[in-house]
Nanobody, 130 residues
Framework: QVTLVESGGGFVQAGESLRLSCVASGGTSGRHATGWFRQAPGKEREFVGHISWSGGTTNYADSVKGRFTISRDNDKNTVYLQMNNLKPEDTGVYYC???????????????????????WGQGTQVIVSS
């Protein structure tokens, strides 16, 4: 069992930056493929990005490509989501999620699916004001 805890959310103005963190504990904490998702009020949860367990592969939703960067420090069991040039449409609760099997690779066609991930954090709120 892996427990995920997100932090770093907050209230910012459009154009500003935030860095979210996702700390894993339990199991082989720092060695799981991890995704970031977000959910805006009244909308469905949507994929933001993914990073492989090694950090060698990243994938992003088109809406955040070029503005958001995912990285990880496996020694600290932490995955980061650096968000630059934030827009009001980036507002939402951000969740990190991990695949249950250490060292597993999620098929590239599935990284954007919530069903590919087994463990979820409680979320951290991001509000971007115009």
């Amino acid at each position: 069992q892996v427990t995920l805890v997100e932090s770093g959310g907050g209230f910012v103005q459009a154009g500003e930056s935030l860095r979210l963190s996702c700390v894993a504990s339990g199991g082989t904490s720092g060695r799981h493929a991890t995704g970031w998702f977000r959910q805006a009020p009244g909308k469905e949860r949507e994929f933001v990005g993914h990073i492989s367990w090694s950090g060698g592969t990243t994938n992003y939703a088109d809406s955040v490509k070029g503005r958001f960067t995912i990285s990880r420090d496996n020694d600290k069991n932490t995955v980061y989501l650096q968000m630059n040039n934030l827009k009001p449409e980036d507002t939402g609760v951000y969740y990190c999620a991990a695949e249950k099997t250490p060292f597993a690779i999620i098929y590239s066609g599935s990284v954007n699916r919530a069903s590919a991930y087994d463990y979820w954090g409680q979320g951290t709120q991001v509000i971007v004001s115009s």
